[in-house]
């Protein structure tokens, strides 16, 4: 779309959707758990990790739903070749905003992220001080592959 220069077709939308996540985004901060670090989930069925997200991350261009419970995640993810993308927040102003209340399956515990939320490898330092990506954790399981990449989410 944008290579042919097509208009966004929702624009007014999206553009509601970031000031939503803001206005929710004030009151989390008074919250007693505003400054917790949380680990959030995203299930991705039918994927792979691309080594150029493994290396320097990418952006999710639409809302981005995350969950708390990594069986919901698990859920979203069922297949053959399946991504668990677990976000590793520290405050309320790195997490996207609890919207259970307007769901309709509060127990997801969904928690949205605005367009355009840049997610980042983790990184640790190998055995010469360098700084790298976090290796994924891979579980076979049967003719499936879940693999869980560790990402820090970034505005």
Not at 39 to 45: H, K, M, N
């Amino acid at each position: 779309r944008e290579a042919e220069g097509r208009a966004h077709p929702l624009p007014v939308t999206v553009t509601q959707i970031v000031k939503g996540v803001l206005q929710l985004r004030k009151i989390e901060a008074s919250e007693a758990t505003a400054h917790d670090s949380v680990d959030l989930y995203r299930g991705l069925a039918g994927r792979s990790i691309l080594p150029q997200f493994f290396a320097k991350g990418g952006t999710e261009l639409a809302p981005m739903s995350t969950t708390c419970n990594l069986k919901v995640a698990l859920q979203y993810a069922s297949s053959e070749h399946a991504v668990i993308l677990r976000l590793k927040t520290r405050g309320f102003m790195g997490r996207g905003v609890d919207i259970s209340f307007l769901s309709c399956f509060p127990a997801e515990s969904e928690v949205l992220f605005p367009p355009l939320t840049y997610l980042r490898p983790v990184r640790e330092k190998d055995e010469t001080g360098l700084e790298r990506p976090k290796p994924p954790h891979v579980i076979r399981v049967g003719a499936a592959t879940v693999t869980i990449f560790d990402v820090q989410p970034k505005k």
